[in-house]
């Protein structure tokens, strides 16, 4: 937890000392147009579908391994949100079938334990993969986790260590196409816009690689 005073001397009452408050540095969400951070994310930390993997249960997963196949969206989440994370699963979950149309993939990213995603996993069937991200550290690179900017100090009822709801469409070169984070926990789920950003995306490499075809 961060501590919001400096070292206080012995014998001092706590209350009435004087606080050094410390300034909280706002989190730097990844924009449209800055390329993804280079991941990886060990098998043994994922949960869920593998249709795109080698069948090696040691094999480390690099974030070009899902850009393979087409786009990917990248989903932070964590059932630390308590009532919101529900509400936000089941609308990742709507999503991933109408991703899945446009030939593109979702991984959901969250610093939950194994034994927490395998209990959502079974519990609500889920056809993604969830990747364990330990510390928050693919969060931190995608700018969506800071111990200067915590969920729990502006969220109520949050005390665990959480990224924001964030998510991110990456096309095959690594582009952001779509940045999305809900700091306030509070803003519309922006699925219709997000896809618009794949078709979008799309098209452009579909006109791309026919003019170099034709």
């Known amino acids: ?6 070292t206080v ?3 001092t009452d706590l209350y009435s000392a004087p ?3 410390r300034k909280l540095t706002p989190i730097a969400p990844l924009q449209a147009g800055e390329k993804a951070p280079l991941f990886a994310v060990h098998r043994q930390r994922t949960i869920g579908q593998y249709s795109i993997w080698q069948s090696d249960y040691s094999k480390t997963v690099h974030v070009h391994d899902w850009l393979q196949t087409g786009p ?3 989903a932070f989440f964590s059932a630390g949100w308590n009532g919101y994370g529900k ?7 709507r999503l991933y079938a109408r991703i899945r149309e446009t030939g593109g993939n979702l991984l959901v ?8 995603i395998q209990t959502l996993v079974n519990q609500h069937d889920l056809p993604f993969t969830i990747a364990q991200d330990v510390d928050n550290q693919i969060a931190a690179k995608f700018g969506v986790y800071s111990t200067d900017d915590p969920v729990w100090n502006l969220i109520a009822g949050i005390t665990e260590d ?18 999305y984070v809900d700091k306030n926990f509070t803003e519309e789920f922006p699925a219709n816009e997000l896809l618009n950003s794949i078709d979008e995306q799309q098209a452009v490499e579909l006109a791309f690689y026919g003019r170099k075809a034709a």
Do not use: C, G, N, W
């Open 87 to 93: 509400t936000y699963l089941q609308k990742l979950t």
């Open 9 to 11: 001397h012995e014998d």
């Open 109 to 116: 990213v969250s610093p939950d334990s194994l034994d927490s």
């Open 72 to 74: 990917l969206v990248i």
């Open 162 to 179: 959480v990224p924001y709801p964030a998510l991110f469409a990456v096309s095959t070169d690594r582009r952001i196409q779509f940045s």
């Open 1 to 6: 937890m961060i501590a919001f005073f400096d």
């Open 19 to 21: 606080q050094v408050f």
